[in-house]
């Protein structure tokens, strides 16, 4: 069953483009993880997951679904294996349910953020550059706080 349900999110995520990129304390500080062309405009790229333990989330989502990591100091570890690419960030009072970090890739930052912003969204990090890219995050109507990135210029 755990392989059905793992290749069926696979599917899924593949057929949406999903792949990943994140950060370290609130601040992306690596750069993104990509998957051949499967970055795609406007598309849930990946998520984070707040934590007061880093250590403990891998050893709880590794021993109970077999997902895998790759650590980027202390603060922060990516994950692999889940269907689509994500991290664990370490926050201090980090709360069950609530710290889900939604990520969405941009081919225009800029008119994302003024898409967003029009549609009624409120921005609530600013734009900053990150190695590899630039981001900012946003609020939607129901205060759901989620982020968009775009690739670094060449």
């Known amino acids: ?13 593949a057929a949406l483009g999903l ?3 994140g950060g370290a304390g609130g601040i992306v500080e690596r750069l993104p993880v990509e998957t051949g062309d ?10 984070e997951l707040k934590a007061s ?9 590794g021993a109970a679904f077999g997902w895998t990591f ?3 100091g202390p603060d922060y ?3 692999e294996g ?16 609530g710290g889900t970090l939604v990520i969405l890739y941009s081919d225009d930052l800029e008119a994302s953020r003024k898409a967003v912003t029009d549609a009624g969204g409120v921005i609530s990090t600013e734009p900053f550059d990150f190695p590899g890219g630039r981001r900012f995050h946003f609020t939607d109507p129901a205060g759901n706080e989620l982020a968009v990135w775009t690739k670094a210029a060449e």
């Open 38 to 47: 499967a970055v795609a405009h406007h598309k849930i790229n990946y998520v």
């Open 1 to 13: 069953m755990h392989s059905i349900m793992r290749n069926c999110a696979a599917a899924a995520a």
């Open 19 to 21: 792949v990943g990129c």
């Open 53 to 61: 333990d880093v250590a403990a989330m891998k050893d709880f989502y």
């Open 77 to 79: 570890a990516s994950f």
């Open 70 to 72: 790759v650590d980027y």
């Open 82 to 97: 889940a269907g689509l690419d994500g991290g664990f960030e370490r926050v201090d009072g980090a709360r069950a349910g």
